[in-house]
Protein backbone atom coordinates (compact mmCIF):
# COMPACT_ATOMS: atom_id res chain seq x y z
CA UNK A 1 0.00 0.00 0.00
CA UNK A 2 0.84 3.45 -0.20
CA UNK A 3 2.14 4.92 2.92
CA UNK A 4 0.63 8.34 1.82
CA UNK A 5 -3.05 7.23 2.13
CA UNK A 6 -2.00 6.78 6.03
CA UNK A 7 -2.10 10.79 5.43
CA UNK A 8 -5.80 12.10 6.14
CA UNK A 9 -6.89 14.22 3.15
CA UNK A 10 -7.76 17.15 5.37
CA UNK A 11 -3.94 17.63 6.50
CA UNK A 12 -2.89 17.08 2.76
CA UNK A 13 -5.47 19.92 1.97
CA UNK A 14 -4.05 22.08 4.81
CA UNK A 15 -0.64 21.40 3.75
CA UNK A 16 -0.99 22.46 0.20
CA UNK A 17 -2.17 25.52 1.10
CA UNK A 18 0.74 26.23 3.54
CA UNK A 19 3.21 25.46 0.87
CA UNK A 20 1.14 27.45 -2.06
CA UNK A 21 1.24 30.31 0.79
CA UNK A 22 5.44 29.81 0.91
CA UNK A 23 5.83 30.17 -3.01
CA UNK A 24 3.75 33.32 -2.92
CA UNK A 25 5.87 35.13 -0.55
CA UNK A 26 9.22 33.77 -2.44
CA UNK A 27 7.57 35.00 -5.73
CA UNK A 28 7.26 38.02 -3.55
CA UNK A 29 10.83 38.55 -2.86
CA UNK A 30 12.28 37.23 -6.07
CA UNK A 31 10.45 40.09 -7.83
CA UNK A 32 11.01 42.37 -4.62
CA UNK A 33 14.75 41.29 -5.52
CA UNK A 34 14.51 41.90 -9.53
CA UNK A 35 13.41 45.34 -8.76
CA UNK A 36 16.15 46.41 -7.00
CA UNK A 37 19.22 45.07 -6.36
CA UNK A 38 21.43 42.34 -4.77
CA UNK A 39 24.92 41.03 -4.45
CA UNK A 40 26.27 38.50 -6.60
CA UNK A 41 29.22 36.37 -6.06
CA UNK A 42 30.67 32.03 -7.12
CA UNK A 43 30.32 29.24 -4.62
CA UNK A 44 33.66 27.08 -4.30
CA UNK A 45 32.05 24.97 -7.22
CA UNK A 46 32.20 27.75 -9.55
CA UNK A 47 28.15 28.03 -9.68
CA UNK A 48 26.55 31.23 -8.76
CA UNK A 49 25.06 32.18 -5.45
CA UNK A 50 22.87 35.51 -4.94
CA UNK A 51 21.68 37.05 -1.54
CA UNK A 52 18.57 36.85 -2.57
CA UNK A 53 18.45 32.59 -3.22
CA UNK A 54 20.12 33.04 1.23
CA UNK A 55 17.22 35.27 2.08
CA UNK A 56 14.50 33.25 0.45
CA UNK A 57 15.65 30.10 1.97
CA UNK A 58 16.00 31.48 5.02
CA UNK A 59 13.24 32.94 4.92
CA UNK A 60 11.56 30.22 4.00
CA UNK A 61 12.87 28.33 6.55
CA UNK A 62 10.96 30.97 9.17
CA UNK A 63 7.79 30.17 8.06
CA UNK A 64 8.05 25.98 7.59
CA UNK A 65 10.01 26.12 11.31
CA UNK A 66 7.10 28.76 12.72
CA UNK A 67 4.07 26.60 11.16
CA UNK A 68 5.56 22.99 11.57
CA UNK A 69 8.40 23.20 14.44
CA UNK A 70 8.79 19.26 14.13
CA UNK A 71 9.06 19.23 10.39
CA UNK A 72 12.18 18.54 8.66
CA UNK A 73 13.66 20.78 5.82
CA UNK A 74 16.40 20.62 3.35
CA UNK A 75 17.51 23.43 1.01
CA UNK A 76 20.53 23.88 -1.46
CA UNK A 77 22.12 26.59 0.74
CA UNK A 78 21.64 25.67 4.51
CA UNK A 79 22.02 22.67 6.39
CA UNK A 80 19.49 20.20 6.37
CA UNK A 81 17.09 20.75 9.99
CA UNK A 82 15.53 17.91 11.68
CA UNK A 83 16.63 15.03 9.54
CA UNK A 84 14.74 12.49 11.08
CA UNK A 85 11.34 13.70 10.52
CA UNK A 86 8.59 11.76 8.65
CA UNK A 87 7.91 15.22 7.23
CA UNK A 88 10.52 16.56 5.03
CA UNK A 89 10.45 19.86 3.38
CA UNK A 90 12.56 20.22 0.51
CA UNK A 91 13.14 23.38 -1.15
CA UNK A 92 15.80 25.36 -4.39
CA UNK A 93 15.09 28.91 -3.50
CA UNK A 94 16.41 29.76 -6.95
CA UNK A 95 16.90 26.67 -9.15
CA UNK A 96 18.60 28.64 -12.39
CA UNK A 97 20.39 31.05 -10.36
CA UNK A 98 22.94 32.07 -13.35
CA UNK A 99 19.72 32.72 -15.56
CA UNK A 100 18.41 34.52 -12.40
CA UNK A 101 22.01 36.77 -12.37
CA UNK A 102 21.34 37.27 -16.32
CA UNK A 103 17.59 38.23 -15.48
CA UNK A 104 16.70 35.28 -17.96
CA UNK A 105 12.61 34.60 -16.58
CA UNK A 106 13.13 30.47 -16.91
CA UNK A 107 14.80 30.41 -13.29
CA UNK A 108 12.23 29.21 -10.54
CA UNK A 109 11.63 28.05 -7.30
CA UNK A 110 10.76 24.39 -6.23
CA UNK A 111 9.09 23.51 -3.16
CA UNK A 112 8.19 19.97 -2.33
CA UNK A 113 6.73 17.87 0.61
CA UNK A 114 7.98 14.36 1.35
CA UNK A 115 6.58 12.42 3.93
CA UNK A 116 8.31 8.95 4.85
CA UNK A 117 10.63 9.60 1.78
CA UNK A 118 7.21 9.76 -0.84
CA UNK A 119 6.50 13.48 -2.41
CA UNK A 120 3.47 14.34 -1.17
CA UNK A 121 3.39 17.92 -2.32
CA UNK A 122 5.45 19.51 -5.24
CA UNK A 123 5.68 23.31 -6.52
CA UNK A 124 7.26 24.89 -9.40
CA UNK A 125 7.34 28.54 -9.69
CA UNK A 126 8.58 30.87 -11.75
CA UNK A 127 8.15 34.68 -10.74
CA UNK A 128 8.98 36.45 -13.80
CA UNK A 129 6.35 33.86 -16.06
CA UNK A 130 3.35 34.50 -13.82
CA UNK A 131 3.70 30.63 -14.22
CA UNK A 132 3.18 28.37 -11.24
CA UNK A 133 2.93 24.30 -11.29
CA UNK A 134 1.67 22.35 -8.41
CA UNK A 135 0.49 19.39 -7.49
CA UNK A 136 -0.43 17.69 -4.03
CA UNK A 137 -1.16 13.99 -3.35
CA UNK A 138 -4.70 12.82 -4.64
CA UNK A 139 -5.35 15.87 -5.46
CA UNK A 140 -4.05 16.54 -9.10
CA UNK A 141 -1.50 18.51 -10.72
CA UNK A 142 -2.37 22.59 -11.97
CA UNK A 143 -0.47 25.22 -14.11
CA UNK A 144 -1.41 27.90 -11.78
CA UNK A 145 -4.89 27.23 -11.36
CA UNK A 146 -5.57 24.94 -14.45
CA UNK A 147 -5.90 21.34 -13.81
CA UNK A 148 -3.41 19.39 -15.78
CA UNK A 149 -4.28 16.11 -17.38
CA UNK A 150 -1.20 15.15 -20.04
CA UNK A 151 -2.47 13.26 -23.10
CA UNK A 152 -0.25 10.14 -23.73
CA UNK A 153 1.56 10.27 -27.45
CA UNK A 154 0.95 7.58 -29.41
CA UNK A 155 3.69 5.07 -30.77
CA UNK A 156 3.73 6.67 -33.85
CA UNK A 157 4.26 10.39 -32.35
CA UNK A 158 7.66 9.36 -31.50
CA UNK A 159 9.12 9.65 -35.16
CA UNK A 160 11.64 12.54 -34.33
CA UNK A 161 9.14 14.96 -33.71
CA UNK A 162 8.78 14.59 -30.05
CA UNK A 163 9.71 17.20 -27.98
CA UNK A 164 12.60 16.27 -24.85
CA UNK A 165 14.68 18.67 -22.88
CA UNK A 166 18.26 17.05 -22.54
CA UNK A 167 20.69 18.12 -19.97
CA UNK A 168 23.69 20.07 -21.58
CA UNK A 169 26.66 17.13 -22.24
CA UNK A 170 28.69 18.49 -19.64
CA UNK A 171 26.21 16.87 -17.31
CA UNK A 172 26.99 13.79 -18.71
CA UNK A 173 30.07 13.76 -18.13
CA UNK A 174 30.57 15.41 -14.69
CA UNK A 175 29.76 12.51 -12.34
CA UNK A 176 30.20 9.51 -14.57
CA UNK A 177 31.46 8.75 -17.99
CA UNK A 178 27.98 9.02 -20.46
CA UNK A 179 28.90 11.39 -22.79
CA UNK A 180 28.45 8.82 -25.58
CA UNK A 181 24.56 8.42 -24.61
CA UNK A 182 24.21 12.46 -24.92
CA UNK A 183 25.44 11.70 -28.27
CA UNK A 184 22.96 8.98 -28.97
CA UNK A 185 20.09 11.28 -27.75
CA UNK A 186 20.49 14.08 -29.39
CA UNK A 187 20.76 12.02 -32.87
CA UNK A 188 17.54 9.96 -32.23
CA UNK A 189 15.70 12.60 -30.95
CA UNK A 190 16.66 15.64 -33.17
CA UNK A 191 13.39 18.09 -31.87
CA UNK A 192 15.18 18.15 -28.43
CA UNK A 193 16.31 21.49 -26.56
CA UNK A 194 18.57 22.34 -23.93
CA UNK A 195 17.09 24.67 -20.80
CA UNK A 196 18.95 25.11 -17.91
CA UNK A 197 16.76 24.56 -14.81
CA UNK A 198 13.50 23.72 -13.25
CA UNK A 199 11.71 25.57 -16.27
CA UNK A 200 12.76 22.50 -18.22
CA UNK A 201 10.55 20.28 -15.11
CA UNK A 202 7.71 22.97 -15.63
CA UNK A 203 7.61 22.59 -19.46
CA UNK A 204 7.00 18.94 -18.89
CA UNK A 205 4.01 19.03 -16.20
CA UNK A 206 2.41 21.48 -18.41
CA UNK A 207 3.04 18.97 -21.55
CA UNK A 208 4.44 21.89 -23.94
CA UNK A 209 7.50 19.17 -23.73
CA UNK A 210 7.14 15.48 -23.94
CA UNK A 211 9.97 14.48 -21.57
CA UNK A 212 12.62 16.04 -19.74
CA UNK A 213 16.21 14.12 -18.96
CA UNK A 214 18.28 15.56 -15.44
CA UNK A 215 21.61 13.51 -14.66
CA UNK A 216 23.51 14.27 -11.85
CA UNK A 217 20.84 16.45 -9.98
CA UNK A 218 20.79 17.19 -6.48
CA UNK A 219 17.69 16.09 -4.41
CA UNK A 220 16.06 19.43 -3.85
CA UNK A 221 16.77 20.38 -8.00
CA UNK A 222 14.08 17.21 -8.67
CA UNK A 223 12.07 17.08 -5.33
CA UNK A 224 8.66 18.12 -7.04
CA UNK A 225 8.80 15.94 -10.16
CA UNK A 226 7.06 12.85 -8.99
CA UNK A 227 4.41 14.49 -7.34
CA UNK A 228 3.76 16.22 -10.59
CA UNK A 229 3.90 13.37 -12.76
CA UNK A 230 2.32 10.96 -10.84
CA UNK A 231 -0.66 13.61 -10.36
CA UNK A 232 -0.97 14.96 -14.02
CA UNK A 233 -0.82 11.38 -15.64
CA UNK A 234 3.02 11.49 -15.99
CA UNK A 235 5.72 9.28 -15.13
CA UNK A 236 9.11 10.08 -13.26
CA UNK A 237 11.49 7.15 -12.83
CA UNK A 238 14.86 7.78 -11.69
CA UNK A 239 17.69 6.09 -13.72
CA UNK A 240 20.22 6.23 -11.10
CA UNK A 241 22.25 7.30 -8.09
CA UNK A 242 25.60 8.42 -7.61
CA UNK A 243 27.15 9.47 -3.93
CA UNK A 244 29.59 12.50 -4.51
CA UNK A 245 32.08 13.29 -1.88
CA UNK A 246 31.45 15.80 0.15
CA UNK A 247 28.09 16.82 -1.58
CA UNK A 248 25.91 13.99 -0.93
CA UNK A 249 23.65 11.81 -3.67
CA UNK A 250 23.14 13.47 -7.07
CA UNK A 251 20.31 11.21 -9.14
CA UNK A 252 19.12 10.75 -12.71
CA UNK A 253 16.16 11.06 -13.74
CA UNK A 254 13.10 11.29 -16.65
CA UNK A 255 9.80 12.45 -16.01
CA UNK A 256 7.23 12.94 -18.83
CA UNK A 257 4.64 10.86 -20.90
CA UNK A 258 4.86 7.51 -20.00
CA UNK A 259 5.54 6.13 -23.59
CA UNK A 260 8.16 7.97 -23.73
CA UNK A 261 10.08 8.17 -20.13
CA UNK A 262 9.89 4.33 -20.93
CA UNK A 263 11.70 4.42 -24.40
CA UNK A 264 13.99 7.01 -23.08
CA UNK A 265 15.43 4.51 -20.24
CA UNK A 266 16.67 2.13 -22.82
CA UNK A 267 19.67 4.39 -23.45
CA UNK A 268 20.34 3.72 -19.67
CA UNK A 269 21.67 0.12 -19.24
CA UNK A 270 22.60 -0.24 -15.78
CA UNK A 271 19.80 0.96 -14.46
CA UNK A 272 19.88 1.15 -10.66
CA UNK A 273 16.14 1.50 -9.65
CA UNK A 274 16.90 3.97 -6.23
CA UNK A 275 14.44 5.25 -3.17
CA UNK A 276 15.36 8.94 -2.91
CA UNK A 277 16.69 9.09 0.27
CA UNK A 278 15.24 12.30 2.14
CA UNK B 1 31.69 53.79 -46.73
CA UNK B 2 28.53 52.20 -45.42
CA UNK B 3 25.76 53.13 -47.84
CA UNK B 4 23.57 53.43 -44.69
CA UNK B 5 24.89 56.71 -44.16
CA UNK B 6 22.62 57.95 -47.43
CA UNK B 7 19.75 58.26 -45.58
CA UNK B 8 18.88 61.07 -43.71
CA UNK B 9 18.93 60.75 -39.79
CA UNK B 10 15.58 62.03 -39.27
CA UNK B 11 14.34 59.14 -41.75
CA UNK B 12 16.22 56.46 -39.98
CA UNK B 13 13.98 57.46 -37.04
CA UNK B 14 10.43 58.02 -38.63
CA UNK B 15 11.14 54.32 -39.91
CA UNK B 16 12.02 53.20 -36.44
CA UNK B 17 9.30 55.02 -34.84
CA UNK B 18 6.98 52.76 -37.54
CA UNK B 19 8.86 49.48 -36.78
CA UNK B 20 8.17 49.77 -33.23
CA UNK B 21 4.39 50.82 -33.66
CA UNK B 22 3.84 47.67 -36.05
CA UNK B 23 5.73 45.53 -33.07
CA UNK B 24 3.28 47.34 -31.11
CA UNK B 25 -0.13 46.11 -33.06
CA UNK B 26 1.63 42.34 -33.29
CA UNK B 27 2.28 41.77 -30.18
CA UNK B 28 -1.50 43.12 -29.10
CA UNK B 29 -2.71 40.69 -31.52
CA UNK B 30 -0.81 37.95 -30.63
CA UNK B 31 -1.90 38.41 -26.47
CA UNK B 32 -5.29 38.55 -28.07
CA UNK B 33 -5.06 35.31 -29.64
CA UNK B 34 -3.56 33.36 -26.88
CA UNK B 35 -6.17 34.76 -24.36
CA UNK B 36 -8.58 32.98 -26.91
CA UNK B 37 -8.10 30.07 -29.37
CA UNK B 38 -6.88 29.56 -32.69
CA UNK B 39 -6.05 27.09 -35.49
CA UNK B 40 -3.46 25.44 -35.74
CA UNK B 41 -1.80 23.01 -39.07
CA UNK B 42 1.18 21.65 -40.06
CA UNK B 43 3.61 22.84 -43.11
CA UNK B 44 4.53 20.27 -45.72
CA UNK B 45 7.73 20.49 -44.04
CA UNK B 46 6.25 19.58 -40.71
CA UNK B 47 6.42 22.51 -39.58
CA UNK B 48 3.34 24.45 -37.42
CA UNK B 49 1.68 26.94 -38.71
CA UNK B 50 -1.58 28.59 -37.49
CA UNK B 51 -4.02 31.33 -38.39
CA UNK B 52 -1.97 33.94 -36.02
CA UNK B 53 1.17 33.48 -38.08
CA UNK B 54 -0.94 34.28 -40.91
CA UNK B 55 -3.23 36.92 -39.56
CA UNK B 56 -0.28 39.19 -38.25
CA UNK B 57 1.82 39.23 -40.90
CA UNK B 58 -1.30 40.32 -43.23
CA UNK B 59 -1.90 43.03 -40.64
CA UNK B 60 1.98 43.89 -40.58
CA UNK B 61 1.92 43.77 -44.38
CA UNK B 62 -1.27 45.86 -44.52
CA UNK B 63 -0.01 48.42 -42.41
CA UNK B 64 3.81 49.10 -43.84
CA UNK B 65 1.84 48.59 -47.60
CA UNK B 66 -0.72 51.70 -46.15
CA UNK B 67 2.50 53.70 -44.70
CA UNK B 68 5.36 52.57 -47.51
CA UNK B 69 3.63 51.45 -50.42
CA UNK B 70 6.92 51.50 -52.69
CA UNK B 71 8.65 49.45 -50.24
CA UNK B 72 9.18 45.58 -50.68
CA UNK B 73 7.93 43.20 -47.97
CA UNK B 74 9.76 39.44 -47.57
CA UNK B 75 7.84 37.31 -44.81
CA UNK B 76 7.78 33.61 -43.68
CA UNK B 77 3.92 32.76 -44.79
CA UNK B 78 3.36 35.07 -47.84
CA UNK B 79 5.19 35.47 -50.99
CA UNK B 80 7.23 38.97 -51.60
CA UNK B 81 6.12 42.34 -52.26
CA UNK B 82 8.22 44.99 -54.64
CA UNK B 83 11.34 42.42 -54.36
CA UNK B 84 13.12 45.29 -56.36
CA UNK B 85 12.92 48.09 -53.62
CA UNK B 86 15.42 49.85 -52.14
CA UNK B 87 13.71 49.17 -48.81
CA UNK B 88 13.21 45.57 -47.38
CA UNK B 89 10.71 45.13 -44.52
CA UNK B 90 11.68 41.22 -43.81
CA UNK B 91 9.41 39.66 -40.76
CA UNK B 92 9.25 36.46 -39.17
CA UNK B 93 5.50 37.00 -37.27
CA UNK B 94 5.69 34.06 -35.02
CA UNK B 95 9.45 32.90 -34.83
CA UNK B 96 9.23 29.37 -32.80
CA UNK B 97 5.79 28.56 -33.86
CA UNK B 98 6.02 25.43 -31.87
CA UNK B 99 6.55 27.22 -28.73
CA UNK B 100 3.44 29.57 -29.19
CA UNK B 101 1.35 26.45 -29.76
CA UNK B 102 2.21 24.87 -26.91
CA UNK B 103 2.09 28.33 -25.32
CA UNK B 104 6.07 28.83 -24.25
CA UNK B 105 6.53 32.04 -23.87
CA UNK B 106 9.69 31.57 -26.09
CA UNK B 107 8.34 32.56 -29.23
CA UNK B 108 8.63 35.78 -30.62
CA UNK B 109 8.25 38.14 -33.79
CA UNK B 110 10.43 39.20 -35.65
CA UNK B 111 10.61 42.62 -38.19
CA UNK B 112 13.67 44.19 -39.64
CA UNK B 113 14.39 46.51 -42.38
CA UNK B 114 17.28 46.72 -44.49
CA UNK B 115 18.46 49.11 -47.37
CA UNK B 116 19.94 48.43 -50.62
CA UNK B 117 20.57 44.79 -48.40
CA UNK B 118 22.48 46.48 -45.17
CA UNK B 119 19.74 45.85 -42.20
CA UNK B 120 19.10 49.79 -40.96
CA UNK B 121 16.29 48.73 -38.25
CA UNK B 122 15.90 45.25 -36.18
CA UNK B 123 13.35 44.43 -33.18
CA UNK B 124 12.33 41.05 -31.91
CA UNK B 125 9.24 41.04 -29.48
CA UNK B 126 8.08 38.32 -26.86
CA UNK B 127 4.54 39.37 -26.18
CA UNK B 128 4.41 36.83 -23.28
CA UNK B 129 7.56 37.80 -21.26
CA UNK B 130 6.94 41.74 -22.10
CA UNK B 131 10.42 41.70 -23.58
CA UNK B 132 11.12 43.62 -26.66
CA UNK B 133 14.80 44.70 -27.91
CA UNK B 134 15.30 47.15 -31.14
CA UNK B 135 18.17 48.76 -32.83
CA UNK B 136 18.08 51.72 -35.58
CA UNK B 137 20.96 52.32 -37.31
CA UNK B 138 23.03 54.95 -34.88
CA UNK B 139 20.82 54.92 -32.76
CA UNK B 140 21.85 51.96 -30.31
CA UNK B 141 20.39 49.38 -29.44
CA UNK B 142 17.36 49.02 -26.47
CA UNK B 143 16.22 46.69 -24.06
CA UNK B 144 12.75 47.57 -23.72
CA UNK B 145 13.66 50.98 -23.10
CA UNK B 146 17.08 51.10 -21.72
CA UNK B 147 20.44 51.16 -23.65
CA UNK B 148 22.58 47.87 -24.38
CA UNK B 149 25.67 48.04 -24.46
CA UNK B 150 27.73 44.44 -24.30
CA UNK B 151 30.48 44.27 -22.37
CA UNK B 152 33.12 41.96 -23.94
CA UNK B 153 34.89 38.91 -22.46
CA UNK B 154 38.11 38.95 -21.38
CA UNK B 155 40.39 36.09 -23.04
CA UNK B 156 40.68 34.43 -20.28
CA UNK B 157 36.38 33.92 -19.29
CA UNK B 158 36.47 31.60 -22.12
CA UNK B 159 37.46 28.61 -19.71
CA UNK B 160 33.84 26.35 -20.34
CA UNK B 161 31.66 28.55 -18.49
CA UNK B 162 30.86 30.77 -21.46
CA UNK B 163 26.99 30.90 -22.32
CA UNK B 164 26.16 29.26 -26.01
CA UNK B 165 23.39 28.72 -27.18
CA UNK B 166 23.81 25.87 -30.28
CA UNK B 167 21.20 25.10 -32.32
CA UNK B 168 19.59 21.08 -31.94
CA UNK B 169 22.14 18.88 -34.01
CA UNK B 170 19.58 18.20 -36.56
CA UNK B 171 19.80 21.54 -37.95
CA UNK B 172 23.57 21.04 -38.18
CA UNK B 173 22.68 17.64 -40.29
CA UNK B 174 19.62 19.31 -42.24
CA UNK B 175 21.53 20.76 -45.07
CA UNK B 176 24.78 19.77 -45.05
CA UNK B 177 27.04 17.11 -43.18
CA UNK B 178 28.44 18.97 -40.34
CA UNK B 179 26.63 16.70 -36.70
CA UNK B 180 30.43 16.47 -36.26
CA UNK B 181 30.51 20.20 -35.83
CA UNK B 182 27.82 19.81 -33.27
CA UNK B 183 29.84 17.34 -31.75
CA UNK B 184 33.00 19.32 -31.26
CA UNK B 185 30.98 22.73 -29.77
CA UNK B 186 28.87 20.84 -27.41
CA UNK B 187 32.62 19.51 -25.99
CA UNK B 188 33.90 22.60 -25.62
CA UNK B 189 31.29 24.85 -24.63
CA UNK B 190 29.88 22.61 -22.06
CA UNK B 191 27.81 25.42 -20.65
CA UNK B 192 25.80 25.89 -23.71
CA UNK B 193 21.90 25.78 -24.04
CA UNK B 194 19.85 24.46 -26.96
CA UNK B 195 16.74 26.86 -27.27
CA UNK B 196 14.56 27.38 -30.12
CA UNK B 197 13.75 30.77 -31.72
CA UNK B 198 14.28 34.29 -31.38
CA UNK B 199 15.21 34.17 -27.81
CA UNK B 200 18.17 32.84 -28.54
CA UNK B 201 19.12 36.07 -30.09
CA UNK B 202 17.58 38.49 -27.79
CA UNK B 203 19.01 36.45 -25.05
CA UNK B 204 22.37 37.30 -26.89
CA UNK B 205 21.23 40.96 -27.63
CA UNK B 206 20.84 41.78 -23.81
CA UNK B 207 24.38 39.91 -22.72
CA UNK B 208 22.17 37.58 -21.15
CA UNK B 209 24.39 34.32 -23.24
CA UNK B 210 27.75 35.36 -24.67
CA UNK B 211 26.91 33.70 -28.16
CA UNK B 212 24.40 32.55 -30.48
CA UNK B 213 25.00 30.13 -33.54
CA UNK B 214 22.58 29.38 -36.24
CA UNK B 215 22.41 26.98 -38.57
CA UNK B 216 20.34 26.40 -42.08
CA UNK B 217 18.31 29.60 -40.84
CA UNK B 218 16.23 31.86 -43.41
CA UNK B 219 16.67 35.13 -44.27
CA UNK B 220 13.41 36.15 -41.73
CA UNK B 221 14.92 34.49 -38.87
CA UNK B 222 18.37 36.48 -38.55
CA UNK B 223 16.84 39.66 -40.03
CA UNK B 224 17.37 41.45 -37.33
CA UNK B 225 20.86 40.09 -35.43
CA UNK B 226 23.34 42.26 -37.55
CA UNK B 227 22.05 45.50 -36.64
CA UNK B 228 20.86 44.62 -33.11
CA UNK B 229 24.59 43.14 -32.58
CA UNK B 230 26.24 45.94 -34.44
CA UNK B 231 24.66 48.58 -32.16
CA UNK B 232 25.00 46.65 -28.83
CA UNK B 233 28.56 46.29 -29.67
CA UNK B 234 28.68 42.66 -30.43
CA UNK B 235 29.52 41.11 -33.38
CA UNK B 236 27.28 39.14 -36.40
CA UNK B 237 28.70 36.84 -39.10
CA UNK B 238 27.44 34.86 -41.89
CA UNK B 239 29.67 31.67 -41.52
CA UNK B 240 27.65 29.94 -45.05
CA UNK B 241 24.91 29.65 -47.23
CA UNK B 242 23.19 27.39 -49.37
CA UNK B 243 20.68 27.45 -52.02
CA UNK B 244 17.77 24.57 -50.71
CA UNK B 245 15.87 24.06 -53.94
CA UNK B 246 11.76 25.55 -53.69
CA UNK B 247 12.76 27.01 -50.82
CA UNK B 248 15.65 29.61 -50.78
CA UNK B 249 18.87 30.77 -49.59
CA UNK B 250 19.16 29.80 -45.80
CA UNK B 251 22.47 30.51 -44.11
CA UNK B 252 24.68 29.77 -40.69
CA UNK B 253 25.68 32.99 -38.62
CA UNK B 254 26.73 33.78 -35.11
CA UNK B 255 26.36 36.20 -32.89
CA UNK B 256 27.38 37.34 -29.85
CA UNK B 257 30.39 38.87 -27.90
CA UNK B 258 33.18 39.63 -30.45
CA UNK B 259 35.92 37.61 -29.15
CA UNK B 260 34.18 34.86 -28.91
CA UNK B 261 32.45 34.95 -31.95
CA UNK B 262 36.00 34.91 -33.80
CA UNK B 263 36.46 31.92 -31.80
CA UNK B 264 33.57 30.29 -32.92
CA UNK B 265 33.87 31.04 -36.66
CA UNK B 266 37.11 28.43 -36.07
CA UNK B 267 34.92 25.21 -36.10
CA UNK B 268 33.76 26.55 -39.05
CA UNK B 269 37.11 26.08 -41.57
CA UNK B 270 35.04 26.71 -44.69
CA UNK B 271 34.10 29.82 -44.67
CA UNK B 272 32.02 31.81 -47.31
CA UNK B 273 31.52 35.25 -46.18
CA UNK B 274 28.34 35.97 -48.26
CA UNK B 275 26.31 39.18 -48.50
CA UNK B 276 22.64 38.71 -47.49
CA UNK B 277 20.60 38.93 -50.27
CA UNK B 278 17.77 40.57 -49.93
Same mark, same amino acid.
Given at each position: ???? $????K ?8 ? &?????? =?? %???? =???L ?47 N ?16 D ?14 H ?19 ? &????R ?9 K ?5 ? &? ?7 V ?5 A ?5 S??? $? ?5 ? =?R ?11 ? $? ?18 W???A? %? ?12 ? %?????P ?11 K?I ?17 T?
Amino acid at each position: MDIR $HEIPKHDIEQLYAK &ALEYIT =RS %REMI =RAALASDFEVRRKPDKSFVTSVDLRVEEHLRGLIQRDFPEHGIIGEEYPPTNPEAMYQWIMDPIDGTEDFVQRLPTFGTILALHYRGEPIIGVIDHPMLDLRVS &AAFGRGAYHNNKCVKLIELEP &AAIDGSERVVIPARANFIKYSHDG $HVFDALV =RRHPNHRIYRTCFA $HTCTAIGATDATIDYGTAIWDIAAN %RILMEEAGGKFSVI %RAWDVPSFGQVTASIMGKPILVDQLMKYFPAIHAVKLTD
